[in-house]
């Protein structure tokens, strides 16, 4: 079984620096306001296709 390396860290103390703490967040951030927008554009579009879809099969009964 492999060594778990998280726990020395835990263990010895030893923390992280703060300018990467604020680096992970801008990070997290970032990919978190990405997915947003991406979802605002494409995920509309796909609701707008599957209604148009839905009633041309009606229409057509």
């Not at 990467?20 to 990405?34: A, H, P």
């Not at 997915?35 to 099969?57: D, N, Y």
């Amino acid at each position: 079984m492999s060594k778990n390396n998280f726990k020395d860290i835990e263990e010895d103390g030893r923390k992280a620096p703060e300018i990467l703490k604020t680096m992970v967040v801008s990070e997290v951030d970032f990919i978190r306001n990405t997915m947003q927008i991406v979802s605002m554009f494409l995920g509309e579009s796909f609701v707008a296709a599957g209604k148009f879809i839905q009633g041309t099969s009606s229409e057509e009964k």
